[in-house]
């Protein structure tokens, strides 16, 4: 299936576009015309190889909406037509105790993902959804519901999840006293959820100007993580941190704000953290935990919440052909909250 997108090369030149040929649906499988495609920081740092290990010529993008254009002979979860979205990850062993508990994010096999992966039959490098078509096993496609635009509802499949899950494994809801850290793009959806799941939500944030801004995502409150006075007088004052920045930084403050049993769940950064004394923990019986998205099913739960609830993210719609630009606004967080590119905007002569 001849396919066009936008492609990195190596880690110091811009996206490019990019041909290639995606398989033949296999019996099991199901082919989308991609509508939409969120622009997640992963994608960014997985260009410039800035964690080691891309593969180029990568295809980036794994917050994908479309449609179904054509279904295997085995598939009977989809129909040509249907709205459908895929996340970060398109296949895993599904005979692991963590695939069979639904948690094929943490395959004991490792997962096949959506971009920079390896198809687990063929052995070839995954594109991802930064181009017209996907090709994608039933069980790893997603049925976007009713009432849930699909303009805007890209970024759901991986900033979404990302902070849904761990909202709902830590039992949060009403009575739940929540801190979101970072109002960015997963900081945003996770004062949405936490929300409309019934909790008392505060944003901790280092900008006093953000501070409307939080209320009118769904915030009760809002503390200035720079004042002494505001930190020192929410000690013990949280069930649940999200913790959503996505460099180093020192994890203590956070700590002293939970209550006993408290747990500070890391959501968004993939570096060191600057150590701090143990005491924090063993003194009220803290944890620090992390979160690696969700699985399947999960994931189909948060969209129908969505739906239900009428969530969105905060996006800027943008033409693929500006993804140079929005990289570089994303990496000086010149963004609220998600871009979102429009896979019409393939130029004609790309179009597959």
């Known amino acids: 299936m001849k396919t066009s997108g936008f492609a990195a090369t190596d880690a110091n030149m811009p996206l490019q576009p990019f041909s290639f040929e995606r398989r033949e649906p296999r019996a099991n499988d199901v082919a989308i015309d991609i509508l939409y495609c969120g622009v997640c920081h992963t994608d960014l740092h ?27 002979s085995a598939v009977s979860r989809f129909k040509v037509g249907d709205p459908v979205a895929v996340g970060t990850i398109i296949d895993s062993c599904m005979q692991c105790d963590q695939c069979r508990r639904n948690e ?12 920079n992966g390896q198809d687990r039959v063929t052995g070839d490098i995954t594109y991802g959804g930064y181009s017209s078509h996907i090709v994608v096993r039933e069980e ?3 049925r976007v519901p009713d009432g849930l ?41 996770a004062v949405k959820f936490a929300s409309a799941l019934g909790a008392h939500v505060t944003v901790l944030t280092r900008s006093e100007g953000k501070a409307d801004t939080a209320r009118q995502l769904g915030a009760d409150d809002v503390l200035l993580s720079t004042s002494a006075e505001q930190m020192a007088s929410a000690a013990f004052a949280f ?19 939970l209550d006993a049993d408290g747990t500070l769940v890391i959501a968004g950064s993939l570096v060191d953290t600057p ?17 690696p998205s969700g699985g399947i099913r999960q994931t189909q739960e948060m969209l129908d919440f969505c739906a239900r609830k009428a969530i969105l993210p905060e996006c800027e719609m943008i033409a693929i052909g500006d993804i140079g630009k929005a990289f570089e606004r994303l990496e000086r967080g010149d963004v609220r909250y998600r871009f979102v590119i429009d896979m019409a905007s393939l130029p004609a002569d790309q179009a597959a």
Not at 104 to 115: A, D, I, P
Request: hydrophobic share 40%; glycine share 14%.
């Open 46 to 72: 997985m260009t410039r190889n800035d964690w080691g290990g891309s593969i180029y010529p990568m295809v980036p993008g794994h917050e994908i909406v479309g449609r179904v254009s054509a279904i295997g």
């Open 140 to 142: 790893f496609v997603l």
């Open 239 to 257: 069930d649940v941190i999200i913790d959503t920045v996505p460099y180093e930084h020192d994890l203590g403050p956070y700590l002293d704000l």
């Open 275 to 291: 150590a701090f004394s143990n005491l924090r923990l063993i003194g009220a019986r803290r944890r620090i935990a992390g979160t």
């Open 149 to 189: 635009d699909l303009a805007r509802a890209a970024p759901l499949l991986c900033a979404g999840i990302t902070t849904y899950s761990p909202l709902r494994n830590w039992n949060v809801g009403p009575g739940s006293r929540v801190g979101v850290v970072g109002l960015g793009g997963l900081g945003h959806l």
């Open 104 to 115: 094929e994010q943490m395959c004991r096999k490792g997962v096949t993902l959506t971009y």
